[in-house]
């Protein structure tokens, strides 16, 4: 049902933006658009899956494991598709990586540390780049009291929540306050933090390289999308495409619709609308980037992701 109303959803931000303009202008820009464009994002977007990949890879050499590169850039696309089908903040991808980690023989710790420092990294990079966003958007004076409140709650969620992942660390479940335990999702969490490595979550160099990897995927991606702005003739900057495709983030985030499907759009399509973008240019950009990085990689994502939790995979590697 959530991906019904997704798509649902979806279909009705392209028909209003299309009422706004022209239906002839959305195709004409399709038509318009050069394959080096595309080829640009693309190549662009590509670098997003071996950052989120370095990120495990920095935490398998401070835990005396080194991790190879292609079969962690395969394993973030295996986290993309599962991020993208559970929406959960990256947690539910996470998870799935570090299983597959735990079958090529990282440690139990290490690869729990790995979840918190993957998450506890995800909102601090998560906090500073809205931060970031909604300093450009106040300057701007495009900010709707929306905008503000929904951001300052988030980045104080993000905040709250990787504070009491540190905090926790390392600590009995029965040392957490009662009142939590009624959250189931709480309850996994404090269990997960439980048996990491605290030497590896508490690491200042862990935590700092882990969150600017993080940054880096989200200034990749706005830049995939200012790319697709430029390539349909838009004038915008990549500061004021990198504020909308943060704030469109956020709402993306907090959507119950699996990867925010048609709330990005609607946020991407008004945020570039108040940069000067036109209606027809910014749903094209917004449904081209859908495209290349939802959809596209949705596929290689699920197979590798089938692939590498296979037990027959396990077994080959560890005979290997």
């Keep these: 049902m959530s991906w019904f109303l997704g798509v649902a959803f979806l279909a009705g931000v392209i028909v209003v933006a299309l009422h706004f ?12 658009i050069r394959p080096t464009w595309l080829a640009a994002a693309l190549a662009v977007q590509a670098g997003t899956y071996l950052a989120q990949g370095e990120i495990w890879r920095a935490i398998g050499r401070k835990a005396g494991s080194l991790l190879p590169r292609s079969m962690l850039y395969k394993l973030s696309l295996s ?72 951001s300052l709650l988030f980045m104080l969620l993000g905040i709250a929540l990787t504070a009491g992942m540190l905090a926790v660390t390392g600590k009995h479940i029965s040392r957490i306050p009662k009142r939590l335990h009624r959250f189931q999702i709480v309850q996994n969490a404090l269990k997960d933090a439980r048996n990491a490595s605290t030497k590896l979550v508490h690491s200042v160099w862990l935590q700092t390289v882990a969150s600017c990897y993080q940054l880096l995927t989200f200034f990749l991606d706005a830049v995939t999308l200012w790319i697709l702005v430029q ?16 704030i469109a983030n956020l709402f993306r985030s907090i959507s119950f619709i699996p990867g925010g499907l048609g709330t990005f759009e609607a946020a991407v399509v008004y945020m570039l609308k108040t940069e000067g973008t036109s209606y027809s240019a910014g749903l094209t950009a917004a449904l081209l980037f859908r495209g290349i990085t939802f959809f596209l990689p949705m596929a290689p994502g699920m197979w590798f992701s089938h692939r590498l939790n296979s037990p027959r995979h396990f077994k080959a590697k560890s005979a290997h």
């Design 231 to 246: 390539s349909l003739g838009g004038r915008s900057t990549i500061p004021s495409v990198f504020a909308s495709f943060m």
């Design 79 to 150: 986290k993309l598709f599962v991020d993208q089908a559970i929406p959960s903040a990256g947690v539910s991808g996470t998870v799935v990586v570090a299983k597959s980690l735990s079958g090529l023989g990282l440690s139990k710790t290490a690869v729990v540390a790995g979840v918190v420092i993957n998450t506890t990294s995800f909102f601090i990079a998560y906090v500073a780049a809205l931060a970031v966003a909604l300093a450009i958007v106040i300057k701007s004076g495009h900010a709707s009291s929306l905008i503000v409140s929904a």
């Design 21 to 32: 303009s022209e239906a002839v202008d959305f195709f004409e820009s399709l038509r318009r």
